[in-house]
Nanobody, 125 residues
């Protein structure tokens, strides 16, 4: 069982920045994938970014490429999502997800086994 706890959400103005944190329970394998997803009201949950805990290789959705940066600190069992130049379209509940014991694949909800409770991000003018 993997536990995930998100933090760092909040309200910011257009162009602002936030850093989300996902604290995970310790993985038993070096091969894991941790991702960030988001879901706006009335919308499907969509993948934002994911990272390999083994080598740090990231993968991003096109909508956030060049604005968001995912990183990990294996010593702290933590994954971060730095979000810059935020836009109103980034407003959503952000969820951390884990795919323990397997490498990253397509950034799809169905490829992740464990989920956190989410942290709200709101961007306004």
């Amino acid at each position: 069982q993997v536990q995930l706890v998100e933090s760092g959400g909040g309200s910011v103005q257009i162009g602002g920045s936030l850093r989300l944190t996902c604290a995970t329970s310790r993985f038993t394998s070096i091969h894991n994938c941790v991702g960030w997803f988001r879901q706006a009201p009335g919308q499907e949950r969509e993948g934002v970014a994911q990272i390999s805990t083994r080598n740090g290789t990231p993968n991003y959705a096109a909508s956030v490429q060049d604005r968001f940066t995912i990183s990990r600190d294996n010593t702290l069992n933590t994954v971060y999502l730095l979000m810059n130049n935020l836009e109103p379209g980034d407003t959503a509940m952000y969820y951390c997800a884990a795919r323990p014991g397997r490498i990253c694949s397509d950034l799809l909800r169905s490829n992740f086994d464990y989920w956190g409770q989410g942290t709200q991000v709101s961007v306004s003018s």
